[in-house]
């Protein structure tokens, strides 16, 4: 298998410190707000890495931090008149809502910052005893950039094109522009700790170095987060944990993608993030995750309300196609016909290409197409009147739809009972487009007594109000079936 590993700039085969124990620490949410669609990507991307890692025969320990003590979380519980533990508490509980709805897996480890505050102290302290750290007159710790000698190395950046761009804002102590906090005096009315500097909190680099010291080994496998964390939060606490360690802290620097809208990225900053429950209210929990994994993870990922609508037709084809195999089993005549070697051998060869899109720097995009590949392949012989009813046509539908839970297991998606899913989209669709089903359900009958009176004319005239309203009426042996298209 092999990663991109951003601090490499290349991708690189994936060879585990220790044996088949993979140890990864993805940064988490800052707990002041709803989950926006970045934050779900990030998420799904991780969920995949770690599900395959395992279906590999790996052992995971994946930690995944809270941060519940920020600048911004303060600035919330001021403007909702909460405590920073009430808006952090409100906001960790809500994001657990949106990532069970998107069968995102729990880690193993979900430390949060305030829980940590001495291992924290522990190491500035170590810092400081090294001279990475210094303390100023007001009680604030700032490190000490220019003093780790690879700073820059991991996002590409270069020091002297940092210190052009770089302030010391009014009431700073720094030394240097481009030091960074990692304890901030108390200020009146914020949440503070007793520190050998004084009351105050700790800057938000430091947490997760503090965290995942506790909790994995240094060096540990992969760190994970989104690209927006790879300068300076990813830098910054690369530099404070090697510089504190004086070893490696990562082995392969894992980042996804932006979620961009019109070509902008999606943030909260900018204002125009969608969030996770914004979307629920119109699409199901399953269309968002098979959306988020339609393109490669570091490549950029456009949202829009059409780009769901091909991936809800996209899955819906998948579970259309499962069914159909799940109906095709419960035949009861089957004939001795054989089907052609190659059928299998390509079957076999799809599942290969699968595993080697996936060991491809997680190639999801790719591996989805195989998925199709393979639905086309049971299409292609049960269309053939000669094969459909063969007992090896049955051996195969069985193993399509095993390759499809194992696949699915890996991606988190497909994994419902075909016919609950294809109903609760059908009824999200009527939700979304404003069409009510008992209205449908009176067309469809009115249809149905107008061809039993033979009024072809009223027949049609229904049909076509009915496919005006995007709905779609099949007439069967056990009468008319309807769904929106």
Not at 186 to 207: I, M, Q, V, Y
Not at 298 to 316: F, I, T
Request: hydrophobic fraction near 35%.
């Amino acid at each position: 298998m092999y990663l991109y590993n951003t601090i490499a700039r290349k991708k690189q085969e994936f060879v585990p410190l220790n044996n088949n124990t993979v140890h990864m620490y993805v940064c988490g949410i800052t707990a002041y707000d709803y989950c926006h669609i970045g934050h779900a990507r990030s998420a799904v991307v991780f969920d995949v890495l770690v599900r395959y890692l395992r279906s590999l025969g790996y052992k995971v320990k994946f930690v995944r931090n809270f941060t519940d003590i920020d600048d911004k979380i303060i600035k919330r519980a001021q403007k909702e008149g909460l405590t920073t533990e009430q808006v952090a508490e409100k906001y960790i509980q809500a994001f657990y809502e949106d990532m069970d709805k998107l069968n995102i897996l729990r880690p193993d480890i979900e430390p949060r910052a305030t829980e940590h505050i001495q291992e924290m102290i522990d190491l500035i302290q170590v810092l400081e005893e090294k001279g990475y750290a210094y303390r100023t007159k007001s009680g604030d710790v700032y490190f000490r950039v220019r003093k780790f000698k690879d700073y820059g190395r991991l996002s590409g950046r270069n020091i002297e094109e940092l210190q052009a761009g770089a302030r010391i804002n009014p009431g700073e102590e720094k030394e240097d522009p481009l030091d960074f906090a990692l304890w901030k005096a108390a200020k009146p009315g914020e949440p503070k700790w007793n520190s050998p500097w004084g009351e105050g909190r700790p800057g938000w680099h430091l947490e997760c170095s503090a965290m995942s010291a506790k909790y994995l080994s240094q060096p540990f496998d992969i760190h994970g987060g989104g690209q927006d964390l790879a300068f300076p939060h990813h830098e910054n606490e690369r530099a404070q944990s090697e510089a504190a360690y004086e070893q490696e802290f990562v082995r392969y620097w894992v980042h996804n993608g932006f979620v961009q809208i019109s070509a902008q990225k999606m943030s909260k900053s900018l204002g125009n993030f969608v969030t996770i429950r914004d979307i629920l209210n119109n699409y199901l929990p399953e269309v968002l995750r098979f959306f988020l994994l339609t393109k490669h993870y570091r490549s950029p990922l456009d949202y829009s309300a059409d780009a769901l609508d091909e991936a809800e037709k996209a899955l819906k084809r998948i579970y259309v196609a499962k069914e159909l195999l799940e109906n095709k089993l419960e035949s009861s005549k089957w004939s001795k016909t054989k089907l052609p070697e190659e059928i299998f051998a390509e079957l076999k060869s799809l599942e290969q290409k699968w595993q080697e899109a996936m060991d491809d720097d997680l190639n999801t995009a790719k591996a989805l197409g195989y998925i199709f590949n393979t639905i086309r392949l049971a299409g292609r012989v049960l269309e053939n009147k000669s094969w459909r009813k063969s007992e090896q046509t049955k051996e195969l539908c069985q193993q399509i739809l095993n390759i499809l839970d194992k696949w699915g297991n890996i991606l988190g998606l497909f994994t419902q009972e075909s016919a609950t899913f294809l109903k609760d989209l059908r009824d999200i669709k009527l939700r979304r487009k404003n069409i009510d089903p008992d209205q449908v359900n009176e067309l469809v009958q009115k249809r149905q007594e107008a061809r039993k009176a033979k009024d072809f004319a009223l027949a049609d005239k229904v049909r076509e109000e009915l496919t005006n309203m995007g709905i779609e009426v099949k007439d069967t042996p056990a009468g008319p079936v309807w769904d929106i298209v």
